[in-house]
């Protein structure tokens, strides 16, 4: 059983840049056998995948609209994932999701294949 917990949302205007963070429970060595990955879900719309990062930190992918503008990182000593984000946009605008999948997912884009999510972080971004 990993527990995730989402910080670091916020309200920012276009431009801006967060930090997010997601805490995992599991001791170092054993997080690093996780792959980790965000999700995003804005109001009326499907919860959509960000980036992940593999589960011993040498493979990260990103969804398109985020390339180039988030960094998804990790640091097993303190059981950490980040995600950072720099030239927020309004469409940027949604809660974020931290989850956690054991060794490697088929798809790390697909939220199915992720065992473990925090309860999400606000991520608002104004124009």
């Known amino acids: 059983q990993v527990k995730v917990v989402e910080s670091g949302g916020g309200s920012v205007e276009a431009g801006a840049s967060l930090t997010l963070s997601c805490s995992a429970s599991?001791?170092?060595?054993?997080?690093?056998?996780?792959?980790m990955a965000w999700f995003r879900q804005a109001p009326e719309k499907e919860r959509e995948f960000v980036a992940s990062i593999g589960w011993n930190g040498a493979t990260e992918t990103y969804t398109d609209s985020v390339k180039g503008r988030f960094t998804v990182s990790r640091d097993s000593t303190e059981n950490i994932m980040s995600l950072e984000m720099n030239n927020l946009q309004p469409e940027d605008t949604a809660t974020y999701y931290c989850a956690a999948a054991w060794s490697s997912p088929n798809d790390p884009s697909s939220a199915t294949g992720y065992t473990y999510w925090g309860q999400g972080t606000q991520v608002t971004v104004s124009s």
């Open positions: 599991k001791p170092g060595p054993t997080f690093m056998r996780y792959t």
